[in-house]
């Protein structure tokens, strides 16, 4: 008889997205160029520079968490390759400390859809709502409520259905907050270089499309699928082609913006959107999951091990 071996696609894409994740939250924790900006972006003294400061500190203990979340999902990778397997209800605990600093490193975000609302309303226009302060406030409190609800179904005894029905449905929140920013991030970005971006440059064109109705349709669908599938009462059942197809899709979402730099990327395509996307997205990591959906989307049947 032969040998089971114990590696596998889906196991090496598990391990590389940990690394990647560990890695991103740890050089965006010790870069430390943000320290200060409040002082020459909102003048000291200013309710400017008191927004940003707060928001600056938050988002940093946010950032905190979210670098404990990355060091127990590589910690506990690397544990369960060493030994060969976890226990059930080992691996349940480590990804309950990873939803729950993942969900408080969100919550970080909270102020800056808050602030600006509060303190400086009249300085808060339609368009600033809809790209900034509730994108923001969409991802600060959905986000954490649907990974604190999935924690809790991870509770050691509680049935699969649960963490099914909750992973379904966080997969759909986040799906939907990153299309909701980085939506408004192309609002700003064509309101300040115009539609002659997006003509001028078929690159742009397709990144603004596949963000603005690509992600949006990918939302729509994990919607009917997590819909459809809700009722699911084991992992064995669940159809994880299906589940593999919406992550490669997604992860291929970061890749292929990543990538238009990358080969296309010169000093004129430069924008908002750019300077976002590979400046200040904390969430760049996610290229790498594919990785994980690949392997997924190629399963050969619902009870093959992995």
């Not at 990355?70 to 506990?76: K, L, P, Q, R």
């Not at 993942?102 to 300085?123: D, K």
Request: aromatic share 16%.
């Amino acid at each position: 008889m032969a040998e089971h071996k114990f590696f596998s696609p889906l196991k090496i894409g598990l391990l590389i997205v940990a690394v990647s994740y560990f890695l991103f939250t740890f050089h965006g924790m010790f870069t430390l160029s943000w320290i200060g900006e409040w002082e020459y972006l909102g003048g000291g003294g200013s309710t400017f520079s008191t927004i940003i400061f707060v928001e600056d500190i938050s988002a940093t203990i946010g950032l905190i968490f979210r670098l404990v979340a990355s060091v127990a999902a590589f910690a506990g990778v690397i544990l369960y390759f060493v030994k060969k397997g976890l226990p059930e209800m080992t691996t349940r605990k480590i990804l309950r400390v990873v939803l729950v600093a993942e969900g408080i490193y969100w919550i970080g975000l909270l102020p800056s859809g808050v602030l600006p609302v509060v303190l400086l309303p009249n300085f808060v226009t339609f368009n600033s709502l809809l790209t900034n302060e509730l994108p923001l406030l969409v991802a600060s409190i959905g986000i954490p409520i649907v990974l604190f609800k999935l924690a809790s179904e991870l509770k050691p005894g509680k049935p699969e259905k649960g963490v099914i029905k909750w992973g379904l449905l966080a997969g759909v929140v986040f799906i939907f907050s990153f299309w909701f920013t980085n939506s408004g991030l192309w609002m700003i970005t064509i309101g300040s270089k115009g539609v002659g971006y997006l003509t001028s440059y078929p690159e742009n064109l397709f990144s603004f499309d596949v963000t603005r109705i690509g992600v949006f349709g990918l939302t729509v669908f994990a919607a009917y699928f997590a819909k459809r599938s809700i009722g699911t009462e084991t992992l064995e059942k669940l159809d994880l082609k299906t589940v593999g197809a919406i992550i490669t899709a997604f992860g291929l979402f970061f890749l292929w913006n990543y990538l238009t730099w990358i080969f296309f990327g010169r000093d004129e395509t430069w924008s908002t959107w750019y300077a976002w996307f590979l400046g200040h997205n904390m969430d760049l990591w996610l290229l790498s999951i594919p990785l994980v959906g690949l392997p997924l989307l190629f399963k050969q049947n619902s009870t093959q091990k992995t």
